[in-house]
């Protein structure tokens, strides 16, 4: 990605109907990640806004996740300290201290942090710890995740100690364009 480039997606959801849209760009010294989901659950439409800051080296630094689930209003806001101390909603959450990254459990675009973060070379594999923000608790919890990168664009990600994996394909700025059985780039 260069240097203040806005960049956005649109992907469609495969496991059920719905669509997400994200944009990433600069935001002072570091990026700012928001998107809006729109899908259903359990026969219940579902509509989440959400942003995140990061710094400029991919660490997250803010989470801010709004909107609805059938009758449910949701609102989850988190900022994480220099010493990786998450605050949600002002307390703080020992559980996932030190994570560096957020995932957001229902987007396919929060993959893109740890894959620009790290900048893994093909054939190199590196773990993460990331703060996993569970659909549909709006909990969040520490999630063990690795990615092997597997070509220029392809990834293996695997995630809750091996139970699952993938290969994502992602696009020049890190962004997922096929999230098998999940997700799909509409181009």
Known sequence: MK????TAVLW??????GHETARLQRAGTGWELDGAAVFFHRKEPCSLTYRIGCDSNWRTRSVEVAGWLGRKTIRVEAKVGRAGVWK????EVSRIEGCVDVDLN???????LPIRRLKIAVGEEREVRAAWLEFPTFRFEPLEQSYRRLSRNRYRYRSA???FETDLEVDGDGFPTRYPGFWERVE
């Open 106 to 112: 229902f987007s396919p675009s929060t993959n893109l």
């Open 12 to 17: 469609r959801r495969l496991d059920r109907p």
């Open 88 to 91: 949600v909603g002002g307390d």
């Open 161 to 163: 100690g091996g139970k």
């Open 3 to 6: 240097s203040g480039r806005t």
